[in-house]
């Protein structure tokens, strides 16, 4: 069965879609693991139609999604498809070109959903094409799930130069992220901070301000429902010009920790590196800065059904005046975690 049987062409472009679907679930797993490498996801189709491989981008130095299905596949492979959510690589960097792997397997169609913004990577599916492979470009709304999932960081770091920023923050329903006499733990349920540290494996850096590291004594780390660390720890980091303490949690004791000497929210991510996705956690000012800067690309809010009337508030001093200088901002996802709210919001663009 190929792509082009007439009447089988719907059954095998559901197929298809179906495996890159499943391409870009495997590809979360790449969150937070492929830096500096996109996160990407792989499902290799074997002549008959049947999943043979699958795969996601390994850490650096490892294997690429494409290659990792393919090894999987093995001969399963040869007269197959490759469903993929990036375009294939066509460099040598520290492993080789994805598409020589693709061609070396005997891969006869390629279909891929989001182009490679990387002049030293691009060119894929031209290199394919050449050599006889029937190489299509996923439908819009595929292209579309790929750019907004786990790929979004990395392409937002290719086109702007610097880190995608989510500011991330627990509150009451009158915006408060800790009580008059500072208590803080916990404002939201437990479901609301299992999602939390979930989100935490998938980044790559938590920061902090100074202050919130010397109220809180935060670790930072990703934890399991048990409280035991998780095998995936991002790196933490505070930001400020006051010193961070030997014995401050956040340092811990895999050298995973950063102190960020400076108040430019600019210059903290310029500071952290060749990484993809930064989560700011805290506080209120450190907050503000990076709504003041214009470097907050979205924001991921739990809301606990809960009222202070008093306390500390979510954000302050993000550089507005007047109603009409607020940050406004669509919400993208809503879904209730036990009796908190979350919602997912990105800037709005008009």
């Known amino acids: 069965m190929t792509a082009t049987d007439g009447p089988v062409a719907g059954q095998w472009r559901r197929l298809e879609r179906e495996a890159l679907a499943d391409a870009i679930r495997l590809s979360r797993s790449a969150s937070g693991v492929s830096t500096p490498n996109p996160p990407v996801g792989a499902v290799v189709l074997d002549p008959a139609g049947d999943v043979a491989g699958r795969g996601a981008t390994e850490a650096p130095g490892g294997r690429h999604a494409e290659v990792v299905a393919l090894d999987e596949a093995g001969e399963r492979a040869r007269g197959g498809t490759l469903l993929v959510t990036l375009e294939p690589c066509d460099h040598q960097g520290r492993t080789g070109p994805c598409t020589s792997r693709a ?21 894929g599916s031209e290199t394919l094409r050449r050599a006889g492979v029937d190489v299509a470009r996923a439908d819009d ?19 702007s130069g610097r880190p995608y920023v989510t500011w991330k923050y627990a509150a009451t329903l009158d915006g408060r992220v800790a009580a008059a006499d500072g208590t803080s733990r916990w404002i939201t349920g437990p479901e609301s901070r299992r999602h939390v540290h979930g989100r935490r494996q998938e980044i790559d850096v938590i920061v902090v301000g100074s202050g919130t590291r010397a109220a809180d004594d935060p670790s930072l780390t990703a934890r399991s429902d048990d409280g035991s660390p998780t095998r995936r720890q991002p790196l933490r980091a505070v930001m400020g010009l006051t010193d961070v303490p030997r014995d401050a949690s956040v340092r811990g004791t895999d050298g995973r920790f950063r102190h960020l000497a400076t108040r430019d929210p600019a210059e903290a991510l310029a500071l952290l590196g060749d990484v993809q996705h930064v989560l700011v956690e805290g506080g209120p000012r450190l907050a503000g800065a990076f709504l003041a800067a214009g470097l907050v690309d979205e924001v991921e809010a739990y809301l606990a059904p809960i009222v202070l ?15 009409g200088g607020a940050h406004g901002f ?4 809503t879904t209730t975690m036990g009796h908190d709210v979350y919602l997912r919001m990105t800037p709005r663009t008009a």
């Open 103 to 123: 061609l070396a397997a005997g891969i006869a169609r390629v279909v891929y959903a989001v182009r490679d913004p990387n002049p030293l990577a691009a060119g």
């Open 141 to 159: 709304d595929e292209v579309t799930a790929a750019e907004q999932g786990p790929l979004r960081a990395w392409l937002h770091r290719q086109r």
């Open 309 to 323: 009337g008093a306390g500390r508030s979510a954000v302050e001093e993000a550089g507005v005046d007047t109603l």
């Open 330 to 333: 669509e919400v993208r996802e």
